[in-house]
């Protein structure tokens, strides 16, 4: 089993940066690919971003403005998040998934889930 705990979720102004952090435990947990992916309301979960434990693959729907990061000592994944706008607004979510070859950029490619945490981008 793993276990994921977001935090760092917040409300920002246009133009602003949040990092956002997942706590991972668990035997297996660097068995597995990580992954941050947010939902917005009314619409499909979307991939943000994936990283492997090692730190050496890492793959972004969006490169120009987040940078997923991970403490191996800490056990540990991070999403910085740069020149917020409104339509980021979402729930963001951390997940483990299994990585054959590349990233897995699916949410069904993700057997673990954390509970979210709300990001608030305002006007």
């Known amino acids: 089993q793993v276990q994921l705990v977001e935090s760092g979720g917040g409300l920002v102004q246009a133009g602003g940066s949040l990092r956002l952090s997942c706590a991972a435990s668990?035997?297996?947990?660097?068995?597995?690919?990580m992954g941050w992916f947010r939902q917005a309301p009314g619409k499909e979960r979307e991939f943000v971003a994936a990283i492997n434990w090692s730190g050496d693959r890492r793959y972004y729907a969006d490169s120009r403005r987040f940078t997923i990061s991970n403490d191996n000592a800490k056990n540990t994944v991070s999403l910085q998040m740069n020149s917020l706008n409104t339509e980021d607004t979402a729930v963001y979510y951390c997940a483990a998934g299994f990585r054959i070859g590349i990233l897995p950029t699916t949410p069904a490619q993700y057997s673990y889930w954390g509970q979210g945490t709300q990001v608030t981008v305002s006007a």
């Open positions: 668990g035997r297996t947990v660097r068995s597995y690919a």
